[in-house]
């Protein structure tokens, strides 16, 4: 309709009803497109707030963990600090079991994996700018690279502290904390410990876990120092 008064206007020489039609053409194509892009910015902004909600679960369940692992690690520093000295028969007399599993836990290495589901859903689909905070969107990124490359560092420990200790006490003691009855044998768990103390390698194995457990007390702590900070940013754009 529009295009037959506009040819109408030009074949009777009216220029400016010609004029006219061409503004309302052109502000109909531009209302148009800013409609769209309206709407496009308002299912943006939906879908952004469903991610910072998801980033922010996923943030608080990682916080969760490396508290977890924060614990793990400076209770085994500790025990291992305290082993060489420690009074078996008090240690493991109050409760041989209590003693195992600290014992087994002195052992631990490796760190978890961090959740990154929605980080990486925003990244394979090309939809990182959805997060409008570039610095946010930067610390994300930023903090997930360093965990991984971190991570495999600390899955193997330095030393020889866990083999000796698996070397020395009896399978049994392992097994009966594990998947038996539990430990009860007071007077084994001792003579196995003191023989585990006093081999010719465990003051080195006990000293080299001491610092691979402290460099992971370290960069657990640092991790959960940047992921308090990543869900601050997070809350704030919320």
Do not use: C
């Amino acid at each position: 309709m529009i295009l037959n008064r506009i040819a109408t206007a030009i074949k009777s020489r009216d220029w400016a009803a010609v004029a006219i039609e061409f503004v309302v053409v052109v502000l109909g194509i531009f209302v148009a497109l800013q409609a769209e892009d309206w709407n496009q910015e308002r299912s943006d902004r939906r879908l952004e707030q469903v991610y910072l909600s998801r980033l922010i679960d996923e943030t608080k369940a990682n916080l969760e963990t490396l508290r977890q692992y924060e614990q793990i690690y400076q209770q085994k520093v500790r025990f291992i600090f305290a082993l060489p000295d420690m009074r078996l028969e008090d240690a493991v007399g109050r409760d041989p079991g209590a003693f195992m599993r600290e014992l087994d836990n002195s052992s631990w290495v490796a760190i978890p994996d961090l959740r990154s589901e929605s980080y990486e859903e925003l990244e394979s689909s090309g939809r990182l700018a959805l997060l409008r905070d570039a610095a946010l969107r930067s610390a994300i990124a930023s903090n997930l690279n360093d965990y991984r490359s971190t991570r495999p560092v600390f899955d193997q420990p330095i030393g020889h502290y866990r083999r000796q200790l698996y070397e020395t006490l009896p399978g049994r003691l392992f097994y009966d904390l594990r998947v038996g009855n539990g430990v009860t044998d007071a007077a084994a768990i001792i003579d196995a410990v003191a023989a585990f103390r006093s081999g010719p390698g465990f003051a080195a194995a006990a000293n080299a876990e001491i610092a691979y457990g402290s460099d992971v007390l370290y960069w657990v702590r640092e991790f959960i120092r940047r992921s308090e900070q990543i869900l601050a940013r997070l809350k704030a754009a919320e």
